[in-house]
């Protein structure tokens, strides 16, 4: 239940539509809701700005869509990541309306809305190989609410493909950059533009890659300035970075923010 919700609902109440009795059985489980292996954050849209996210890896089938049920009836959307391919296969014959992203593992229960907040967030891969984690990051920053350009396969190896996309760069408020191997984009895409950048290493690489550590270290070592890591692999993490930043700049302009 978000701040909007809340307010027409009060307003209902205010007007006689709905009684002070029906409005408590809606707000019950606003701060959460305890389904005894869970417990449901209502409350975390109105605290964060960003609804509760299922991380399906690891549970069971049986409890994510008890939890995709509860969340559903409160939420206009719900995202569910690190979903597998025969887990979502199970889930989705109880929600025949959801949509399941094989590349991002990632599930909604709802199909995604427009952009309703301002300001753009660009995803930058190295390569083809980061694309998973790419298309991550893409999903859960539409889900939550924002405009997404992509710029895929600009690695270093062949630089040139970068400069020519200046304006691209310039016209995002937040750059995602994805890369494995030695993870050397992250620091070029620093040196070339004054947005905040969030460098999320991949594990793709060869054996002294070790699954994605030699990326991170490159990154957390690197000379730009203006650069914030996250985990390997974490393209919702740095999603999730992107839309706080881009929403705070959003509420500093008249009429930023859309309702």
């Known amino acids: 239940m978000n701040e909007e919700t ?28 305890d389904l005894g292996f869970a417990r449901l954050d209502h409350h975390r849209t109105l605290r964060t700005g960003q609804s509760e996210v299922i991380f399906c890896q690891g549970k069971q089938p ?32 109880h929600f025949p ?11 909604l229960l709802r199909p995604l809305e427009d952009p309703t907040i301002s300001g753009r967030i660009l995803i930058i891969t190295a390569g083809t190989a980061d694309l998973p ?22 690695g270093v190896a062949g630089i040139h493909r970068l400069f020519d996309q200046r ?31 969030i460098a999320v290493p991949t ?23 203006g650069i914030g890591v996250v985990n390997i692999d974490n393209g919702f993490g740095a999603a999730a970075l992107a839309s706080a930043i881009v929403r705070r700049i959003s509420r500093k302009r008249p009429g930023g923010v859309s309702a």
């Open 6 to 33: 809340i307010k027409a609902l009060l307003e209902s109440v205010q007007q006689g539509a709905c009684s002070p009795g029906e409005a408590l059985l809606q707000l019950k489980d606003l701060s959460y809701e």
């Open 62 to 93: 049986d409890h994510i869509i008890s939890i995709l049920k509860h969340l559903g009836t409160k939420a206009k959307n719900v995202l569910g990541t690190r979903l597998d391919p025969k887990n979502a296969e199970l889930i989705l014959a």
């Open 97 to 107: 309306g959801a949509q399941y992203d094989l590349q991002a593992r990632c599930l």
């Open 133 to 154: 984690v790419a298309q991550e990051a893409w999903l859960t920053a539409r889900y939550m609410g924002h405009e997404v350009d992509t710029l895929y396969d600009v």
């Open 167 to 197: 304006k691209l760069l310039e016209r995002a408020e937040v750059l995602i950059v994805i890369a494995g191997m030695e993870g050397a984009l992250a620091s070029v895409v620093g040196g070339l533009v004054e947005q905040p950048v």
């Open 203 to 225: 594990s793709v690489g060869y054996g002294a890659h070790f699954q994605g550590l030699a990326a991170l270290l490159s990154m957390l070592n690197g000379c730009a300035s």
